[in-house]
């Protein structure tokens, strides 16, 4: 597929000026919208007491707060209600570790995604009426759930409601909603996790007790508890690519210190199967969001695709080795069917859309005997390969789907105009879940989705990398990759730099890889200095193959990214090939 590549302007003068650095990092602070000093300092340098903020910004948090206390004091029993992928298990971690510090009863429920769905449902609330709870306190979820909150309050079930999904036009009617984006809420970061909001309840409530309390029950003092679970924070936010920006960057930022000397036994043990550290517990590599995204958080939301939420919980929670290593080797192994199954659906998948779909706008596939925890992943390889929006429906007793979208095609939105369509759904602008009334109104919904597609999207639909800026190869040294460092932790919003090479000249090519897939090539910039460049992926393709359409002597562009290669204790810069145009 043809890419286009959008270069960010320069920064005007009187940027430049103020920042006061070297023009490199200037342009790419201005990428992500920093003008000034003052900010630049912020984004670079986050101090965690200057740049996390008061909980209690958080209009219904005092509410919270106080009906929390007042059922540990009652020996009220509580009950935490989390959701079944890494954010709303984390989530679950946070808020059920510092209510039980505090002295609460409280226990946790994490649906099943088959049997109870996404959020609140009535039969479950139900059963918490018999069970004698409460207190039911959402993360993660809660928002959309008013007719299940109703049903609570007429069971005589208090519920405090915290998330951060899509704000529904009539809200629950909660004892408190601690969600960062409902209309009349002033506090300050819009873009937090669902395990972002449950951090700022456990802050809020161990601030509260620290007003009459030197310690914690347990005799821990209450920022180090606070700073030691982060960690959940840090996973929670990579994992539900929320914006790593403003407040959940620096809690981000300084879970990840967390997460490299975890005292977690159940993380200690991950890190083990998944080769990320000794049998010791010695990490192997630094644990960074690029670990996080590709061996913590599959292995975390793997248990809630193929089994049961509450593996990875247990996992997370355990103080028992023992238990650890059993449980990670479970994890474990259902990650591994997860990866398995998700090839045979997506095979599947392809072959609909390469007979009956290619030419659609938007893609729509139905499956029986798919899994309606794997068809997100789908969705999103399928997203990825098309550059469509993809939606995914496993056809069982029930239309359940998970749809992912492109920059310019609000997803929830669209669906917020095609109600008719829906048993229920959810999510957000790039992602949502769904189940459908019926089977036969697959393609109405199709037609649907297309329709309001055309209507909003650009006529333009070549795949856009954006590019930071033009650099010379020779720039881009250690001193250079010592400072972009410093945008680190890089997701959503603040994304991997990306730079553009003009006018290379080839001198040597090099086919490499199990199977030849890759290309390593040696280039020549516009000095005379020689540089090595590595493409994944680059070669054996249907629609393009580099290895065979390139020659020595060949002059290119190419958009690439810096990274550091560590192999055997020693360190060389990368320099990793995006795309290549051919001059």
């Known amino acids: 597929m043809e890419t286009r590549w959008d270069i960010m302007p320069d920064p005007p003068k009187e940027v430049l000026e103020k920042l006061n650095l070297p023009k490199i990092i200037s342009k790419?602070?201005?990428n992500r919208n920093i003008t000034s000093a003052e900010e630049a300092d912020e984004f670079l340098n986050p101090v965690y007491s200057k740049n996390v903020h008061d909980p209690f910004l958080f209009q219904d948090m005092q509410k919270a707060v106080d009906r929390i206390f007042r059922a540990i004091e009652k020996k009220e029993k509580i009950i935490i209600h989390g959701d079944y992928d890494a954010d709303g298990i984390s989530s679950a971690i946070l808020l059920d570790s510092v209510i039980s510090k505090l002295g609460g009863d409280v226990n946790v429920f994490l649906p099943h995604r088959e049997n109870d769905g996404y959020g609140l449902n009535l039969k479950n609330v139900e059963q918490f009426a018999k069970d004698e709870i409460n207190l039911i306190i959402?993360?993660?979820?809660?928002?959309?759930?008013?007719?299940?909150?109703?049903?609570?309050?007429?069971?005589?079930?208090?519920v405090i409601v915290t998330d951060h999904h899509t704000v529904p036009e009539i809200l629950p009617s909660a004892v408190a909603i601690i969600?960062?984006?409902?209309k009349i809420e002033k506090y300050p970061d819009k873009t937090l996790a669902g395990a972002g909001v449950a951090f700022k309840l456990?802050?809020?409530?161990?601030?509260?007790?620290?007003?009459?309390?030197?310690?914690?029950?347990?005799?821990?003092g209450h920022e180090a508890f606070e700073k030691w679970s982060l960690d959940m924070v840090a996973i929670a936010t990579i994992a539900d690519m929320v914006p790593l920006k403003g407040e959940s960057r620096t809690l981000t930022k300084y879970g990840l210190l967390v997460l490299n000397k975890t005292k977690r036994a159940g993380l200690q043990k991950m890190y083990v199967e998944a080769r990320l550290a000794e049998t010791d517990g010695k990490l192997k590599k630094k644990i960074t969001e690029d670990t996080i995204g590709f061996y913590i958080a599959p292995r975390i939301n793997s248990a809630g695709r193929i089994a049961h939420p509450k593996i990875a919980f247990d996992l997370l929670k355990t103080k028992s080795r023992t238990d650890a290593v059993n449980l990670a080797f479970l994890l474990d192994s259902h990650n591994k069917n997860r990866r398995d199954e998700t090839e045979i659906i997506l095979k599947d998948a392809l072959h609909i859309v390469e007979k009956e779909q290619y030419n659609k706008e938007v893609i729509c596939v139905v499956g029986e005997n798919w899994?309606?925890?794997?068809i997100g992943l789908v969705a999103g390889k399928l997203k990825e390969k098309y550059n469509r929006p993809s939606l995914v429906i496993a056809h069982s007793h029930s239309l359940v789907g998970s749809g992912r979208s492109i920059e310019g095609f609000n997803m929830i939105e669209t669906m917020q105009k095609i109600p008719e369509f829906f048993v229920k759904f959810g999510g957000h602008p790039m992602a949502c879940g769904f189940t459908l009334k019926s089977i036969d109104i697959v393609q109405d919904f199709q037609k649907s989705l297309i329709t309001y597609f055309l209507e909003t999207a650009s006529d333009d639909r070549r795949k856009v990398i954006i590019v930071d800026t033009e650099v010379e190869l020779e720039k881009m040294d250690w001193d250079m990759y010592n400072y972009i460092q410093k945008f680190e932790p890089f997701g959503k919003d603040n994304e991997r730099?990306?730079?553009?090479?003009?006018?290379?000249?080839?001198?040597?090519?090099?086919?490499?890889?199990?199977?030849?897939?890759?290309?390593?090539?040696?280039?020549?910039?516009?000095?005379?200095?020689?540089?090595?460049?590595v493409g994944w992926n680059l070669c054996g393709g249907k629609e393009k193959d580099w290895c065979q359409i390139l020659r020595i002597g060949d002059k290119i562009d190419i958009v690439f990214e810096l990274s550091v290669n560590e192999w055997n204790g020693s360190r060389e810069l990368q320099?990793?090939?995006?795309?290549?145009?051919?001059?």
């Open 28 to 30: 790419l602070l201005y």
């Open 138 to 158: 959402t993360c993660d979820c809660g928002i959309s759930n008013k007719k299940e909150v109703d049903r609570a309050n007429e069971l005589g079930v208090n």
């Open 179 to 182: 969600h960062p984006n409902t």
């Open 202 to 220: 456990l802050q809020a409530l161990l601030k509260h007790h620290k007003k009459t309390n030197d310690k914690l029950p347990d005799g821990e």
């Open 371 to 374: 899994s309606s925890g794997l």
């Open 497 to 533: 730099p990306k730079y553009l090479a003009s006018e290379l000249t080839i001198l040597q090519k090099q086919q490499i890889g199990k199977g030849g897939k890759h290309i390593k090539l040696t280039v020549k910039h516009k000095t005379q200095r020689i540089f090595k460049v």
């Open 575 to 583: 320099r990793t090939i995006i795309d290549i145009k051919k001059i």
